[in-house]
């Protein structure tokens, strides 16, 4: 017995994200510092959002995983790097964790959702996204960390996009350009901002998705010109 069309819809299956992406799956990461120099200064949270396809195909938001880091042996904090993100990395109730232990604990799931989604490595998006992979490469080369999930240095940058798309480079202006919400109170969390810039990533990517499909089209074909001459 044929089903109805809702039922069939129900069960579906998921696009498989690696398809869209080459391979890649898209992981959303920020980071919260001590300042701008990925060597010198300390990484103090990380958070990672996964991605995933819903039934109609589009990019969604999944599971967030986060961790407060202690900083490193000699590493640098500036002060105004802290007025921004309100980070005391003193305050024992952070439940600051040692840096090997916060990407061991933030990437078991990435590299988990990776081998789940079929793909053959995950590919960090972000909000300015060089600031961040450039402090995750090097933690990992701190730690001496040989499984990195994270491809070297691809990346897709919301800011870049959201230049392109919606006129604004800025996370609080293109979400608001977007038409979704930010809190100034709650910016400058790593969970906060990776959720908002997922949020950003998922919504332009699912309005290229036409642009995406017209390209798997074939080409039409162009009959030769000739000339009179």
């Not at 819809?9 to 498989?16: I, L, S, T, V």
């Not at 070297?152 to 919400?181: K, Y």
């Amino acid at each position: 017995m044929e089903l109805p069309p809702a039922l069939r819809d129900a069960f579906k299956p998921a696009p498989r994200i690696g398809q869209r992406f080459r391979g890649f799956l898209p992981v959303v990461v920020d980071v919260e510092t001590g300042g701008f120099n990925n060597r010198t200064d300390a990484l103090l949270e990380i958070a990672v959002v996964l991605l995933k396809f819903d039934r109609d195909g589009n990019l969604v938001r999944d599971v967030t995983h986060a961790a407060h880091v202690e900083p490193f042996r000699g590493a640098n904090i500036e002060k105004a790097s802290l007025e921004v993100n309100g980070i005391d990395p003193t305050n024992p109730l952070r439940g600051a964790i040692p840096e090997r232990e916060a990407l061991a604990q933030v990437f078991k799931p990435v590299r988990q959702a990776v081998s789940e989604h079929g793909c053959t490595r995950a590919i960090l998006v972000g909000h300015n996204a060089h600031f961040d992979l450039g402090f995750v490469n090097a933690a990992v080369g701190r730690c001496d960390i040989k499984r990195n999930p994270f491809h070297p240095f691809s990346a897709f940058d919301t800011a870049t996009l959201g230049g392109a798309i919606l006129g604004q480079t800025v996370l609080a202006r293109a979400l608001e350009a977007a038409g979704l919400p930010y809190s100034t109170r709650e910016a400058h969390s790593a969970i906060y901002d990776a959720e908002r810039t997922a949020d950003l990533f998922c919504l332009m990517i699912n309005r290229l998705r036409g642009v995406y499909e017209s390209f798997l089209a074939p080409a039409p074909a162009t009959s030769a010109v000739t000339s009179s001459v």
